[in-house]
């Protein structure tokens, strides 16, 4: 075989690892801590035998998908330390929390001496660089595995239409993290592991600073208090993993019972934020910002609805009509007009119509024309009745610049994201931005005709706007909602996967589009046709009755 690398083209012979046909380049490559390879634009192990001609790139955690795997492989390493100090203890990794991961023991204490232990046995198990070994079965060699194993470790993967099962193997403690794994426990030469609330934190490096780990700071109590709720729910409910909810999905009225109670649930959060507003008592504006595909179109039709059941009259104002003109446009680093910046609204004419509207002045509203990039006037008034409320959605909405002339007790802020607290097992979580990208997938090709390919392809870029504009600015918010429904990746899985398979191996984004088809194998589907036209969920795909 041939491996092409950085133009070099390098022979192999048969029965060598990735690894040990590149071993003179890794050696000189000026990548450190090299932790996979991307082959063929697939994210694959050292230890991957060549068996075919391919292009291969380093991957550190530098990359995002190598700190993928470098999260990845700390949680079975802190699940190595568990099983090894504390045989029968239950854990859970259960969510995200700025950059490290949050988890909890059902049936133990944590205390300091717990979290002292496993953190000096998680850095024993790194400093002996312990090699982490693949193990590949059929689905009946499996079967006859968890036979003599009282364990669900690994498990699921027996419960979906699946070749082959695979566990990592480090000396006799397996698991099994859903994706490509460190080749050994030497890799892990940045983390921490503290005492956090009831639980704990497994602490890693930041995407840009990968050497080093940020003072610890108490992550966003809003958010932590969202998820909280959320994972309590889903526990009360006994569907917290996938695994439940297929069980869940399989009974005769269950999908229906899934879609009536998270209807619910959302409806009561929402006329609770209603009822907040409304207590306030001095509110004239809502302010409402959240990432991508968080859902806030229909949060804020459904927002608006409750609060006239409240008396209150919602009117809507669009932040896209106030940009500056486009000669006047910020630019960012590449020279390219920098779309969100704050900066690229013209704060002063909005702040200045804003007071006036508070005032009782009429206004005349603009229209920004995007194919001229400029602001024109066609005869919108506004003039806001004592009964009524601006409600403002928007990237910027958090951020006090964006309203900086209007008192700040004339505002109530709200932030929503889809907050994902459900798992694949009590190891492997679900991300929040994951469940994002799949909305947005959907949402894309439905609404505006993009490929998957075009999304994932733009979404480093989103995540990028949301970091530097929205998440810095969570905790001004008044209140949160959580947009997460249990089912959804249930019944976005027949819109995306379809959308996924289409990216050819020869696209860069092959290798995202083959990890999260990964991820939504293990759902079963739900039928889109159960979800009412109110839900949250039809504003990605369609049908959805605050559509415009």
Not at 15 to 37: C, F, R
Not at 207 to 220: G, K, R
Not at 391 to 419: A, M, W
Request: aromatic fraction near 10%.
């Amino acid at each position: 075989m041939k491996i092409t690398y950085e133009n070099e083209i390098i022979e192999v012979a048969d029965g060598l690892t990735v690894k040990g046909a590149l071993k003179e380049q890794i050696e000189k490559s000026s990548i450190k801590d090299i932790i996979a390879v991307r082959f063929n634009n697939r994210i694959e192990s050292l230890n991957m035998l060549v068996t075919e001609d391919g292009t291969a790139e380093f991957i550190n955690r530098q990359d995002k998908d190598g700190r993928i795997i470098y999260i990845r492989g700390l949680l079975f390493i802190m699940s190595k330390a568990f099983k090894e100090l504390y045989p029968e203890a239950l854990l859970n990794v259960n969510y995200q929390l700025s950059n490290s991961m949050f988890g909890r023991v059902d049936n133990m204490e944590i205390t300091d001496e717990v979290v002292e232990k496993v953190k000096t046995r998680m850095q024993e198990i790194v400093d002996k660089d312990l090699p982490i070994t693949k193990v590949v079965m059929t689905q009946e060699e499996a079967e006859e595995f968890y036979k003599n194993e009282k364990t669900v470790r690994g498990k699921m993967q027996t419960q979906i239409d699946k070749d082959k099962v695979s566990l990592y193997f480090c000396e006799d403690y397996y698991n099994y993290f859903y994706g490509t794994m460190p080749i050994s426990t030497g890799f892990a030469k940045v983390f921490d592991f503290v005492k956090y609330r009831n639980g704990f934190l497994v602490k890693y490096p930041s995407l840009l600073e990968p050497d080093i780990l940020q003072p610890h700071a108490t992550a966003s109590l809003k958010i932590v208090s969202a998820m909280d709720e959320y994972d309590e729910i889903n526990r009360l409910l006994k569907i917290n993993t996938v695994y439940r909810l297929n069980k869940k999905i399989d009974e005769p009225d269950g999908p229906k019972e899934l879609i009536l109670f998270s209807e619910a649930l959302h409806e009561k959060k929402i006329a609770e934020i209603a009822g907040k507003i409304k207590e306030h008592g001095n509110v004239r504006m809502v302010l409402i910002a959240g990432p991508s595909s968080s859902g806030k179109t229909t949060f804020a039709g459904k927002l608006g609805m409750s609060l006239r059941v409240n008396g209150i009259k919602p009117v809507t104002i669009s932040v896209d009509n106030y940009f500056v003109e486009r000669k006047d446009n910020p630019k960012d680093e590449n020279g390219n007009y920098d779309f969100e910046c704050i900066e690229a609204l013209d704060l002063d004419l909005l702040n200045r119509q804003l007071v006036d509207l508070l005032a009782g002045k009429e206004v005349s509203l603009p229209t920004f024309d995007f194919t001229t990039g400029e602001k024109y006037y066609k005869g919108n008034t506004l003039k806001l009745e004592d009964d009524q409320i601006l409600i403002i959605e928007g990237i910027h909405c958090l951020n006090d610049k964006l309203t900086s002339q209007v008192p700040r007790e004339n505002k109530f802020k709200v932030y929503i994201s889809d907050l994902t607290v459900l798992n694949i097992d009590y190891y492997n979580r679900i991300s929040t931005t994951d469940t994002r990208l799949i909305r947005r997938i959907v949402r894309d090709n439905n609404f505006r005709g993009y490929s998957a390919e075009h999304t994932l392809r733009m979404w480093d870029s989103v995540n990028r706007g949301e970091q530097k504009n929205i998440f810095p600015y969570q905790e001004e918010a008044d209140c949160m909602f959580n947009s997460s429904i249990v089912y959804e990746l249930s019944a976005l899985k027949p819109y995306a996967e379809k959308l996924l398979e289409e990216i050819p191996d020869s696209c860069r984004e092959y290798s995202e589009a083959r990890r999260l088809l990964a991820m939504l194998r293990y759902f079963k589907p739900i039928d889109s046709k159960l979800i009412p036209n109110n839900s949250l969920l039809r504003e990605f795909i369609g049908g959805s009755i605050f559509e415009s």
